[in-house]
Structures are given as C-alpha cells and as structure tokens.
C-alpha cells in the first residue's frame, strides 16, 4: 500500500479539510501542492503568451509549454511530441475527432461503431456523426457480467465489419469500472478491416494504469488532465501523425496558421493546427509535475493500492450489507477502482446527501452515462471510487455512512 | 443541519396523498432526467379550487416530501391562489436549505401542479 499520511501532506485540501472522506476521483481528482505551485509560478514569473513574445518571459514559457508536451509524449510512450495535442478536456478531444476526422471520412452507409458503457462525451458526437452523415451507429453491448460483448472469441466477427470506418471505446469504463482489452481489440478490428481508426477514451485509464499508445495499437487515444492530478480545463489528444496531417483543422484563428491571405490560408503542421487561440498555458506548465508525482509513485505501486481498495470495499460491502447493496459491472478482478452502486429502496441522491452529511464526497446520478444505466434498468446510481490519497479507513465511514442511511430513511 | 427533519422523514414515510385518482380532471407527469425522478399528478377542480389532489412519485426522499407537503397544502385551495405558488414558497412549506442540485428535487412537485392548473383549468 502507498503512504496515505505522506501522500495527503502533500494535498494542500487535507490541510484545509483534515477530515474530508473524497470518493470521487472519478469526476475529477484533487490536486498536489507541486501543480498548485506550477500554476503559480507560471502566473507570477513568466506569464506571458506562448510563441509569440521574443523577450525572455514569453521564450521561457514556451519552452515550459513545449517541455511539457514532449514529458506527455514520454508518458503515454509517443512516438514524437508532435503527435501531441493540448484541448480543454476529453470531450473536447473527442469532438475534434468527430468533426476534423469524422466529418471527412464517414460516408452514407459507413459505420462507425462505440459501446454501451460510454461517458456521453464519446457517445453522443459519434451519433450525431452519423446521423448527420446517413451512416450506420453500432452500439456493442455488455455481457450479464458487465465486460463488453466482443462476439466469439471476442473476434468481433459480426460487430466490426469493412464498412466501419470508426470505432471508438472507452478503456475503462466510468460506471463499470471494467478494463477494456484494448490491445486485442484493436488488433481484431484492424484484422477485419485494416483502414479502421481505432479511437480510444482514456480519462479513466490515464490516471491508474501505464498507457503505452504504440503498444495498444489504437490511432487516437484522448485524456483530461484533471483526473490525473492536474488542472482543470486541459485536455490531451494524441494521435498517430499520419492521420493528424491528413485531418481538417477545428477551430481557426491565431496560432495554427502558416500564412493568411486576402483568398486563401495556409495552416501550421501538427499539433500547431489544432491549437488555435492562446491555449491554457498555465495548465500545460503545471500538467508535467502531476505526471512527475505520478511517476514517482510509480504505477506498480498505484495499481497495486487501488486494487487493495477495491477488492477490500466490495468485500467489505458485500459482508456488512449483504444482496442489499448492488454493485454494477463485473465482479473481481477486472475491476478498477470505481463502484457504482444502489442501495434500495434508498435514491442515490438521498444516499450521497447523507455521505456529505458525514463529510464523505460521493457521485450519485448517472454520471454521464445513461445508455449504460438504461442497459441495467436502473435509473441512477451510486459511485465511489479511490485513488492514491485513499485508506481504508475511508471505505470503513463509506460503509457506516451506508448503515446511517438505513437508519435515517429505513 | 441535515435535510432529513422530522417533518420531511414524516412526509417520505407517510406521504399524504398517495396514489392515482381515476376520474381525474387532469393528470400532469413530470421528470427529472438527471436522477431519474417521476412524479405523476391528478386533480379534481369544483368551482375554481381543488376538490381532490394526489401523486405517485418515483424518487427521492425530497421530491416525495415535497409532492406530500403540497399537494396537503393545495387541497381545497382555490386555483388563482395556487397558481403564485414559487421556489420561495416551497423552500418555506419544506423549512430545510437545499443547495442548487437538490432544490430541484424539491420543485418538481411544484412542476407538476403548475401543468395541472395553468392554461385554462
């Protein structure tokens, strides 16, 4: 297990909340001390724009910029920094995807094919897509123990086809907590049809297991930086170079032009062209000391503590409240640190009012993942989920939490 | 303070009120997507006020404390009265603070009831 006692010193939050019980890392994570800093300095020593400025503040946050898109290229093991996009957040790396990729190739009667178990910010540009566009959506399902239903063998025989042009998969699931086989899946689907881009949405994964872009074999992989650590409003997108060259720009204007003319615009190269307008320089800067407290965790070492909290809180559940408390998605041990959970005949929204009450922070709704719940038959849920400033001790007020709900609403 | 007074736990227990009218004059559904939430709403109008008023409600215990403790209020009131009826009035009849997300569990009653008396009843 990590040094809880160490880690939360390093939390600013802990200091204002010593008794803050926060389960829902899931939505977004809380924050070192070393990025709160980053960000300051930033703002108090160099703040001055990128690319722009030929002084020496504007140089030195430019290259605090650009230092921090070739640490993203290290992590996610890329091939080169230029295959590295800063957005405002996940979704909108999906979007630019939808529209600067989808827009381009998707065609009357192509298909573009997703999965059931999708946050709604990979789910609903692609249906639109292919609304718009007359072509076929997909939707692969989930088996009765909640993993996705890949067909025989998981081959995918029968799902992906040669006339699907796209599709695109969450990693790990934000309901289920499910790891998707990526790898495979992506070797299957380019199996069936070698031009396929593989799109794969990486928020849940990024923060708790080492992602490795070239050996999952995926064209397009797309994460937040505020799950992980970092600031909020900052997104990565990375994507394989080829495919960024041959893409459309998203937005234009400042920034992604190579020259403007009264007829005619040339636009900069990747990642240059997806940038446009002054970005969120801050972030970029502070983004490369979460990865860094990552790293020197280590992953062995993150994945390992969450799977104890995981394994010990469905167990734990399992025990003090027996069939009453329904935990969605598979059982051990393809489970990441994510529960989603009900609880009846108590409303998730009573269930978390009455956490807060005790000072514990969990989500309760569908967490932007209706079809999901839909699939289930239930209308909203309960989530907790852990990361590396968790105990057990965290789980154990969860579970007296639980029992206080029956004793208030029972 | 915790939302969950007496009051409100009396009225999620024991909703007043409960169930379906058959011959209603009117019946109103209303849905909060984001949790789930249903409440379903008949009334039965005599002379401009309310003869008879009931729920059913799928949800939480705010939302079900909430369609209670109006439709208690509204019964025998006349309409013109009831159609005033605001956010304040509820946070009021409720006597609990409730932040920016639940506040709509508690008004989705009050939803209701606006569908069942406005445009000509």
Known sequence: ?410 | MSIYQDKILDHYRNPRNFGRIKNADKTAEVFNHVCGDRIDMDIVIKEGGVEEIRFEAKGCAISRASASLLTEYAKHKKIDELKKLDKAFIINLLEIDLGPNRIKCALLPLEALKKLIINGQ
């Open chain 1, 1 to 410: 297990m990590l040094n809880v006692t160490h880690i939360r010193s390093d939390f600013p939050i802990f200091s204002d909340k010593p008794n803050l019980v926060y389960l829902d890392s899931t939505a977004t994570s809380l924050k070192p001390r070393v990025v709160i800093e980053k960000l300051r300095e930033y703002y108090e020593k160099y703040s001055a724009n990128v690319f722009r400025g030929i002084y020496g503040i504007s140089e030195k946050a430019t290259e605090e910029y650009e230092e921090t898109r070739q640490i993203v290229a290290d992590f996610i093991n890329a091939k080169s920094p230029d295959e590295v996009i800063f957005t405002r957040n996940t979704t909108e790396s999906l979007n630019l995807l939808a529209y600067s990729l989808g827009q381009q190739i998707i065609e009357k009667n192509d298909e573009v094919v997703t999965t059931i178990e999708e946050h709604h910010s990979n789910f609903v540009p692609w249906q639109q897509l292919a609304a718009e566009n007359g072509a076929v959506f997909k939707i692969i399902d989930i088996t009765t123990d909640g993993n996705l239903n890949l067909g025989k063998n998981s081959s995918l025989e029968g799902i992906v086809t040669k006339k699907t042009k796209i599709l695109t998969l969450t990693y790990i699931s934000n309901v289920l907590g499910n790891i998707n086989p990526i790898k495979e899946i992506a070797r299957q689907a380019k199996k069936i049809n070698p031009k396929i881009v593989v799109i794969v949405d990486a928020a849940q994964a990024v923060p708790h297991i080492k992602v490795d872009v070239q050996d999952l074999g995926c064209d397009f992989i797309a994460f937040s930086a505020h799950k992980m650590l970092g600031p909020t409003g900052l997104g990565v997108l990375w994507g394989r170079y080829d495919l960024l060259e041959s893409m459309l720009p998203f937005n234009f204007g400042g920034e992604m032009i190579e020259s403007v003319e009264a007829d005619k615009t040339l636009f900069k190269s990747p990642p240059y062209k997806f940038e446009a307008g002054t970005p969120h320089i801050a972030g970029v800067i502070a983004l490369k000391e979460s990865i860094h407290y990552l790293e020197k965790l280590g992953w062995e070492n993150v994945e390992a503590h969450e799977k104890e909290l995981t394994n010990y809180a469905l167990r734990k559940m399992a025990y003090e409240l027996g069939k009453k408390v329904k935990v969605l998605g598979p059982s051990y041990p393809n489970h990441k640190g994510i529960i989603a959970f009900t609880f009846e005949p108590y409303h998730p929204h009573d269930i978390a009012q009455i956490f807060s009450d005790e000072n514990i922070c969990i989500r309760a709704g569908h967490h932007c993942a209706m079809p999901v719940h839909t699939r289930l038959g239930v209308n909203a849920s309960c989530r907790m989920s852990f990361y590396i400033y968790n105990d057990k001790t965290d789980i154990d007020k969860a579970i007296l939490a639980l029992k206080q709900v029956e004793k208030v609403l029972g």
